[in-house]
């Protein structure tokens, strides 16, 4: 059997619980707005997106794919389990690592990380380190200095698994929670459905923020379109986590405001159920291109939705 070509930046089988009674799911595009029908095979997906290319001309096309198959087998399994309020620190340490997992992988988190690679470079601040780094990776950095595609997701890729780190460190000391839609309302996802970002401000001036590691900081991510994962270090409980049972219901207003969201967070898609209103149209026009307009966005839209949805989901697990 030859190698993978086609690569899921977003799993098949976590896509796949949100058809619509197996019907496909509706991508939207942006821009403009226009929907289509997709399909979990179809959506979230490049070709080589996770093929390393050496300067000798050789390719591995399968042990950065197997990476991320090997934490996608056991969704079902941990899916199940959080259905079925069967919360323990494992399905915790699954979740939260599968979570980390998509903050790094999706095509547009590779060309942010390329790109402030290259601004150190043109600084000189990159020089001292150069004596540590391999010929291809020197080789791939020019490559991507002069925009060749392949060579700025490569190197992107190659720096995904330090970006990993960080993200860790920004995660630990939060308390998690999973909370469940109590109606028929159900979650989205996108091609980018983990989300995790700083809060500042209290009351109604609550608002989203860059999540430096001096403010509470917070992880949404809809691991079903039924359930929900928050995550902040502001939930506190005697075993370092917050394991709800009978209570954790979300409404169809803090679903909403969840979706919108993740709506103006995507790329390119929206993997809606055809039984879901769409979100507001401004958040699917909003597209973020690039880390040039993070201050902007967490200036913007972004920061009142999200400090709405914290405020609701407060809420729900006081």
Do not use: W
């Amino acid at each position: 059997m030859s190698d993978p070509i086609r690569h899921h930046y977003v799993p098949r089988r976590y896509l796949e619980e949100f058809e619509f009674a197996g019907n496909g799911l509706t991508g939207i595009e942006k821009p403009s707005g226009k929907s289509f029908p997709t399909s979990p095979a179809t959506a979230a997906v490049e070709k080589n997106l996770n093929t390393v290319d050496f300067f000798d001309g050789q390719k591995d096309q399968k042990t950065i794919e197997g990476f991320f198959s090997n934490i996608e087998q056991s969704y079902p399994h941990f899916l199940d389990k959080a259905r079925n309020r069967r919360i323990c620190g494992e399905v915790i340490d699954y979740f939260v690592t599968m979570a980390i997992h998509q903050l790094m992988r999706t095509p547009r988190v590779r060309r942010q990380l390329t790109e402030i690679l290259l601004k150190l470079n043109a600084t000189g601040l990159l020089e001292k380190h150069k004596a540590t780094f391999s010929n291809f990776e020197i080789q791939t950095l020019d490559r991507a200095k002069n925009g060749q595609k392949r060579a700025i997701n490569q190197l992107g890729l190659m720096v995904s698994g330090h970006f990993a780190i960080a993200l860790g460190f920004l995660l630990e000391g939060m308390g998690f929670a999973f909370l469940y839609s109590e109606n028929a309302t159900s979650l989205i996802t996108t091609d980018n459905p983990a989300q995790i970002a700083g809060i500042i401000g209290s009351g109604s001036q609550v608002r989203a923020a860059l999540p430096t590691l001096g403010r509470r900081r917070v992880l949404l991510f809809p691991i079903a379109p039924d359930v929900l994962v928050f995550g902040s270090t502001s939930l506190k409980s005697d075993s370092g986590l917050i394991i709800l049972k009978d209570q954790g219901k979300i409404n169809k207003g803090t679903i909403n405001s969840v979706n919108s969201i993740l709506a103006i967070t995507a790329d390119r898609f929206i993997y809606l159920p055809k039984n879901n209103p769409r979100p507001p149209q401004i958040c699917i026009r909003n597209k973020l291109s690039d880390c040039r307009q993070a201050a902007r966005v967490f200036n913007g839209p972004y920061s009142k939705l999200l400090g709405e949805a914290v405020k609701r989901l407060d809420k729900v697990v006081a």
